[in-house]
Nanobody, 119 residues
Framework: QVQLVESGGGLVQAGGSLRLSCAAS????????TGWFRQAPGKEREFLAH????????RFVDSVKGRFTISRDNAKNTMYLQMNSLKPEDTAVYFC????????????WGQGTQVTVFS
């Protein structure tokens, strides 16, 4: 079984930065791609970014391009989301997800970490 644990959320003033981490663990861990999602109160969960572990290729949703970066540390089985120039509308619970194969399905999810941006 694969476990994902997010950390790094918190309270930050608009214009500030946070770095989220997502640590993956489990037997025979095989990571094809990991991604970040968020869900604001009353809204659906939305995709933010993903990274393919073998190539390092990344993809971002338009709303965070230029502000957020995604990276991974293969040795630590950990993914990061560096969030800069945060806005109050970035307030949400942030989730990481992992898939073991190419496609739109995400096999495992973390429990989420709260990010609150105040003006």
């Amino acid at each position: 079984q694969v476990q994902l644990v997010e950390s790094g959320g918190g309270l930050v003033q608009a214009g500030g930065s946070l770095r989220l981490s997502c640590a993956a663990s489990g037997r025979a861990l095989n990571i094809y791609r990991t991604g970040w999602f968020r869900q604001a109160p009353g809204k659906e969960r939305e995709f933010l970014a993903h990274i393919t572990w073998s190539s390092g290729n990344t993809r971002f949703v338009d709303s965070v391009k230029g502000r957020f970066t995604i990276s991974r540390d293969n040795a630590k089985n950990t993914m990061y989301l560096q969030m800069n120039s945060l806005k109050p509308e970035d307030t949400a619970v942030y989730f990481c997800a992992l898939t073991i194969q190419f496609g739109d399905r995400w096999d495992y999810w973390g429990q989420g970490t709260q990010v609150t941006v105040f003006s």
